[in-house]
């Protein structure tokens, strides 16, 4: 990694300059280390990757329509299979996204069993944003509340996020954001029925583009890691599909309307039905070999 | 551009120190400071003021996008998020180093892909034949060649140096888009008042970028 690179250089350049400090001659020798200089003030700029939680996914698509449908969900049975990293870290990030949909809609007695599966294994995977006595009785006092269902489960969600990543346990991380984006893509492909070009589920669903870019991005920076890269590849191959999608662009514009800055224009992606067919399977077959630990 | 000696010394210094943190951008001790960054009622109103605001009461939700981080003075970071359609966010910075802290400067910025063709046209020659087959002399023949170059351009869809250098946006969106925050770190000459706060030392600020939003126009059935 570049950074690495520099630090490196940064820590040499120190061990270097430090003996000159005492002596006159030697800040010469110092003075003219221009190639380090130039590396050292030139660091290349940091680029972040940030991706939007199922729970917000979840909450654009209720606007539209949808319904709580139990037997989309990964069984809670299903986390006997999964014994090691890989499968716990996705299935963490499928559990979580199905708690969120669960959550957003009302689903309240499955939600609790949710809460209870994805704390289990935040544990296992040693992710210090496990729930407390106090989180449940939150919950079983908010139960048939949707809204704070939601909120909860997404600050928990949030909670693994921020923990994961300032623990520089980023390969874990993406994995978890690929399982639950893979199972919230599963879960709204379901809810969306047949292709129809009108239909705005849909629509929002080939928006989704720009979230998949961002996952794949992200976990470009851990590829080094075998089992982040065979899951990116399995999702470059989504991506493959999307971008097999007719897009039209108009011109991207922004300026001030009702008091607030107005962006139009820009990229729309348009599927066919041919299009999304292919897609609606290959998000089925990652989502099976992930909830089956294959 | 020729360092002195003392400043070769303060980056080599702290750019170890620094860039160990801003590999992941992360510091547990800025942890949480994009918290702090939402616009104060009086900031908000003294911006609305005059303003035909569209009236809207739901609640601002704090947005998983957020980030904190630790940055090198005059660091450049690109955040990536995506907007979806329809709903209104609002976009603010703020610093507990005093050099830092309402200086910050952002823009939010678009990359577009954008086709050309380009035609290029060679002329060879080629062999002529009489109706025997034999070569009879040369004709010169044009040919084209057609080649399809994308170009990848970036917008500026709002710039807060243009906009009295002001911390916080509000904005919604058309489309889902994927938006690059492009954060500038404002350089400090004199980074002594620093090293009393612990949350930013000598060489370094902690920056929060906290993202909201709200129900926004044209939504149904929010809840």
Known sequence: MKYNKIAIISSLTLAISLPACDGGEKNDEFENKDTTEQILTEPEPQVFYQIPTPNEFFTVIKEIGGAGKQELMNPLANKEKYLDNKSKALNFGVYSADLAYASCYDMGPISFNYFKVVDDMSRELDINAAFDESVFKRIEDNINNGDSLLNISNDKYFEAYSYLEENERGNILSLVVAGGWVESMHIVMSLAGKFADSNPIIERIADQKYTLENIIDFMSKYQDDSDVNSVKTDLAKLLDIFNKAEVSVTESTSGEKDGQLSLSGGTEIKFNKEIYNELLQAVKNIRTKIINAE | ?223
């Open chain 2, 1 to 223: 551009m020729y360092m002195t000696t003392f400043n070769k010394l303060f980056f080599a210094l702290s750019l170890p120190v620094s860039m160990a943190m801003a590999t992941t951008g992360f510091s547990q001790n800025c942890k949480g400071i994009e918290y702090d960054c939402a616009p104060t009622k009086k900031q908000l109103d003294a911006d609305n003021a005059g303003k035909e605001k569209n009236k809207n009461n739901y609640p601002w939700f704090q947005n998983n996008q957020s980030r904190f981080g630790t940055f090198v003075y005059g660091d450049t970071t690109f955040i990536n998020i995506v907007v979806y359609k329809g709903t209104n966010y609002r976009i603010s910075f703020c610093s507990p180093d005093k050099n830092v802290n309402g200086k910050i400067t952002f823009q939010l910025t678009e990359t577009k892909t954008t086709g050309e063709t380009i035609t290029t046209y060679t002329v060879k020659k080629e062999d002529k034949y009489n109706d025997e087959g034999q070569v009879v002399g040369q004709d010169e023949v044009t040919e084209r060649k057609d080649k399809r170059v994308y170009n990848k351009n970036e917008v500026v869809l709002y710039d807060n140096t243009t906009d009295n250098m002001k911390q916080w946006k509000e904005f919604t969106t058309d489309k889902t888009r994927k938006i690059t925050v492009k954060v500038i770190i404002p350089g400090s000459a004199n980074a002594s008042d620093n090293s009393k706060n612990k949350l930013s030392p000598a060489g370094y600020a902690c920056v929060g970028m906290l993202l909201q939003h709200q129900r926004g126009p044209g939504a149904t059935g929010w809840k």
